[in-house]
């Protein structure tokens, strides 16, 4: 089976305008410019075979959002291949558009003085989706996304996250099968981001689409995305199963104990790193190997009420990754 | 998208279009404010021509001259220049390449479901001018009225697509906003907006006449005003369709080096 997106090689540039503050320098720039070349994405390469669900990662200004323009058409490459759903995004083709959508949290689609309905008709229109066909998507949309009456609010008095509930609905309603969304749960209270993340599974397993995501709650991509892609500085530093991915990084696990009466920490020495200990708590950190051999021994050394194993949280996972990988290119500058 | 679509798409788009002009009336009639010139130059010129006629304008000539003028800006004017801008500059353009829809025909679609609010006010515009110059200062040859709807539709389209081709400088400059006001500054005085181009001294309106502004609302406002018979009213159209082609071309050159760029460095 052919790969719903693949990209290979995949550069984009951008010559930035140099300048230094001050009046001298504006003055300079007028007859002279400084240029320099960023590398927004420097030589990306990775496919998504269709129905994956792929969670993009990398640190602000690590070329995302880049990618994800230069997949849905928005922006041309400046080397490399790239096919989205069999279409050479950059073509900006009819059928290439009925079949993608981009969500982007920090920008919206729906008209700010009318209702979010409005905007799906609007998009019924342009899609050219037939009356019982729109009216089945909406239901279901409505459904899953409990829009209820907000459909018929003024986008402006809607909450943040009710309007990107909304904004996702107009995303879908010509059920595109590739999706990409570029942090849609940014700024969401955490009950609102479980509600989305729900939302776009359900959309995933319902209609097989192939979704691409970015976002730095790791929330998100835990509960999402059993692959990811991680980039930096333009770069791909990491493609592969996100346990595996923690396992690498950090081959331990968390232990966290709960005794029933206070310990002196340094009772804890020969049990792994102690991360914490607050009263009767304490977060051990432990190799993977060895993880039952000492789960057993505290057990039978302290007087344990609970206990809970977990990986180090992805967020340090993440962390490590990228100042490896940026101790990895200094080297490599020098 | 194939224009077949996009006539199948259209009653939508103009349908949700005019719920959006119908949610911003308050602006709307603020802007309606911004257009009274007319009304004032008519006070002015009519004062003037109390004494005696000014050329062949006499007040009631005025009068329907600057009434039409009125109710020509209401039907023809267009914000592509700012909307564009605005969308360019806040990344709202991003949303419109993502739709299988060409942007300029949105674009489009939107100012053409603003008529009827703008008819509104033109109708009771064009009442009163009805009601006190007579019918008798009107072209009675239905042929002229014909030729006065091509003009009316090419005015519209000079205004929209100069709009459009300074609106793609915004993928170039930082604003392009201000060189839509320096347009604005000649509008005012080469299109019959202050005063009739007919009252220009001849050497100024022989350089009037090759440039877009007249036909971009005086020449609406002479045909309708019966400064024309057949031969004069659509050689001067033919006139007009010369300048829209020619902004069409422009128009067209400026949205793809514009979205080019865009597509080069994003936005």
Redesign the interface.
């Given at each position: 089976m052919l790969p719903m997106i693949s990209v290979s090689d995949l550069h984009k540039h951008?010559r930035v305008h140099n300048r230094p503050p001050g009046v001298m320098a504006a003055l300079k720039s007028l007859v002279h410019r400084d240029y320099k070349e960023v590398r927004a994405v420097d030589g990306i390469t990775f496919s998504v075979e269709p129905g994956e669900r792929v969670g993009f990662l990398g640190p602000n200004g690590a070329g995302k959002t880049?990618t994800l323009?230069v997949l849905?058409?928005?922006?041309?490459p400046t080397r490399g291949q790239v096919r989205v759903g069999g279409f050479t995004p950059?073509d900006?083709r009819?059928a290439f558009?009925?079949t993608?959508?981009?969500v982007?949290g920090q920008?919206?689609?729906l008209?700010w003085?009318?209702p979010p309905s409005?905007?799906f008709?609007?998009?019924?229109?342009?899609?050219?989706i037939s009356r019982s066909r729109f009216n089945e998507t909406i239901a279901e949309l409505s459904s899953w996304l409990e829009l209820g009456s907000l459909v018929s609010k003024?986008t402006r008095q809607l909450s943040l996250g009710e309007r990107m509930k909304c904004e996702l609905a107009a995303a879908l309603i010509h059920r595109p099968s590739v999706l990409f969304l570029d942090e849609p749960t940014i700024g969401l209270d955490v009950s609102m981001q479980s509600t989305i993340r729900a939302f776009i599974k359900q959309y995933n397993e319902r209609y097989g689409a192939t979704l691409i995501l970015t976002s730095h709650y790791m929330d998100d991509v835990t509960a999402l995305c059993p692959r990811v892609v991680v980039v930096d500085r333009g770069k791909l530093s990491y493609d592969g199963g996100l346990e595996e991915l923690v396992t690498r990084i950090r081959p331990e696990k968390r232990v966290m104990l709960r005794l029933d009466r206070d310990v002196d920490a340094s009772a804890w020495e020969g049990f792994g790193k102690v991360v914490s200990t607050e009263g009767r708590s304490v977060v051990l950190q432990v190799p993977n190997e060895q993880a039952s051999a000492i789960i057993t021994r505290a057990l039978d050394a302290f007087p344990v009420e609970d206990l809970t194993i977990e990986n180090a949280p992805l967020e340090e996972v993440m962390s490590e990754l990228f100042s490896r990988s940026r101790a990895a290119a200094e080297e490599g500058d020098t | 998208m194939s224009l077949r679509n996009t006539v199948r798409a259209m009653p939508v788009i103009l349908k949700v279009s005019f719920s959006e002009a119908l949610a911003y009336r308050a602006e709307f009639m603020i802007w309606v404010l911004t257009t009274t010139m007319p009304l004032i130059m008519l006070a002015l010129w009519s004062a003037v021509a109390s004494e005696a006629p000014v050329g062949r304008f006499g007040q009631t000539q005025f009068t329907a001259y600057f009434l039409s003028t009125f109710i020509v800006r209401q039907l023809t004017s267009s914000w592509a220049a700012w909307q564009m801008n605005y969308e360019v500059r806040h990344g709202v353009m991003s949303m419109r390449l993502l739709k299988p829809i060409h942007p300029l025909w949105s674009y489009a679609a939107e100012h053409w479901a603003a008529l009827p609010m703008r008819l509104v006010v033109a109708i009771p515009m064009a009442a009163i001018a009805l009601a006190v110059v007579g019918a008798r200062q009107l072209p009675s040859d239905p042929a002229i009225w014909g030729i006065w709807c091509a003009s009316m539709a090419g005015a519209w389209l000079i205004g929209f697509l100069t709009g459009v081709t300074v609106g793609c400088l915004s993928f170039h400059l930082e604003s392009s906003v201000k060189v839509m006001d320096v347009w604005f500054a000649l509008f005012f005085m080469a299109s019959g907006y202050l005063f009739p181009i007919v009252l220009l001294p001849s050497a100024i309106r022989h350089v009037v006449d090759w440039l877009p502004f007249r036909y971009q609302l005086g020449l609406p406002v002479e045909i309708m005003t019966g400064a024309y018979d057949r031969a004069g009213a659509l050689w001067m159209v033919a006139r007009q369709w010369g300048f829209v082609l020619l902004l069409l071309g422009l128009a067209t050159i400026a949205w793809r080096t514009g979205i080019k760029r865009f597509e080069a460095y994003g936005g």
């Open positions: 951008y880049t323009k849905s058409g928005l922006l041309h950059k900006r009819d558009l009925s993608i959508t981009l982007m920008k919206q689609q008209m003085d009318l409005e905007t008709e609007l998009n019924r229109g342009i899609y050219d003024p | -």
